[in-house]
């Protein structure tokens, strides 16, 4: 199965070719312009440079969410796009799923701990183990506390091995209460569209339309909006 995937739920962006779980190529970009300026030239850049045709793909895979509200919007309609010109299936996957494919070389057992930055001291968290060499999920994908987070860590044996744009805030925050956690480093601390082909082979592709971004909480106007009514 050939699979495109589309990452851009954090302020990176990236977009990779994966046949059958064997990554084909893949770009990753940081600089700072919007993922609606970067996504799908990266993505034609890809697929031009490995010369695949867009007709050979399978299926094109994104990071439906959590993560940042504006990226979540931007890859899902970037993809639904892409799926509806080429008249190929789309994958929508967990974020945080994509991303415990990073502790994939940690070794059987691994304890992955994904983490994303929610603000106001709560992260986007999902825990998954390694088992068979892929991640298979303890939690479901939850906004929590750092506190929270942390008495759910407590409980386990095994170390933890944080992933994510949060992972630095909870590492700190486990160091602070004298919790051990392993941090992941370079390419293995952020999401990929690696991941995402990871995560999508095992899952039935399904319309473009049908594709829908996964929040997981209220955007901040839709919070003010609900208290104003509330109040």
Same mark, same amino acid.
């Given at each position: 199965?050939?699979?495109?995937?589309?990452?851009?739920?954090?302020? !990176?962006? $990236?977009?990779?070719?994966?046949?059958?779980?064997?990554?084909?190529?893949?770009?990753? @970009?940081?600089? =700072?312009?919007?993922?609606?300026?970067?996504?799908?030239?990266?993505?034609?850049?890809?697929?031009?440079?490995?010369?695949?045709?867009?007709?050979?793909?399978?299926?094109?895979?994104? !990071?439906? %969410?959590? %993560? $940042?509200?504006?990226?979540?919007?931007?890859?899902?309609?970037?993809?639904?796009?892409?799926?509806? *010109?080429?008249?190929?299936?789309?994958?929508? &996957? /967990?974020?945080?799923?994509?991303?415990?494919?990073?502790?994939?070389?940690?070794?059987?057992?691994?304890?992955?701990?994904?983490?994303?930055?929610?603000?106001? $001291? @709560?992260?986007?968290?999902?825990?998954?183990?390694?088992?068979?060499?892929?991640?298979?999920?303890?939690?479901?994908?939850?906004?929590?506390?750092?506190? #929270?987070?942390?008495?759910?860590?407590?409980?386990?044996?095994?170390?933890?091995?944080? &992933? =994510?744009?949060?992972?630095?805030? &909870?590492?700190?925050?486990?160091?602070?209460? *004298?919790?051990?956690?392993?941090?992941?480093?370079?390419?293995?601390?952020?999401? /990929?569209?690696? =991941?995402?082909?990871?995560?999508?082979?095992?899952?039935?592709?399904? $319309?473009?339309?049908?594709?829908?971004?996964?929040?997981?909480?209220?955007?901040? !106007?839709?919070? #003010?909006?609900?208290?104003?009514?509330?109040?």
């Amino acid at each position: 199965m050939l699979i495109l995937g589309i990452e851009s739920t954090a302020k !990176a962006a $990236s977009c990779a070719l994966v046949r059958d779980g064997a990554l084909i190529g893949q770009y990753y @970009q940081c600089s =700072g312009l919007t993922h609606s300026a970067t996504l799908l030239p990266m993505a034609e850049n890809l697929l031009a440079s490995t010369g695949t045709d867009k007709t050979a793909l399978d299926a094109v895979a994104v !990071a439906q %969410g959590p %993560g $940042s509200f504006t990226g979540v919007r931007i890859g899902v309609a970037a993809v639904k796009g892409l799926c509806w *010109a080429l008249e190929k299936p789309a994958v929508g &996957v /967990s974020t945080l799923e994509a991303m415990a494919w990073n502790g994939v070389n940690r070794g059987e057992g691994t304890l992955v701990c994904c983490c994303m930055d929610a603000r106001r $001291s @709560q992260v986007y968290n999902a825990l998954f183990i390694i088992k068979d060499g892929k991640p298979e999920r303890l939690v479901p994908d939850r906004a929590v506390s750092l506190e #929270e987070l942390t008495a759910g860590l407590a409980e386990r044996a095994e170390t933890p091995f944080l &992933v =994510g744009d949060g992972a630095a805030l &909870v590492h700190e925050y486990l160091s602070d209460r *004298a919790m051990r956690a392993e941090l992941a480093v370079g390419p293995l601390l952020h999401q /990929s569209a690696w =991941g995402v082909c990871m995560a999508a082979q095992d899952k039935q592709p399904e $319309s473009a339309g049908a594709l829908l971004p996964v929040y997981l909480r209220l955007s901040q !106007a839709e919070r #003010e909006r609900q208290a104003r009514m509330n109040g």
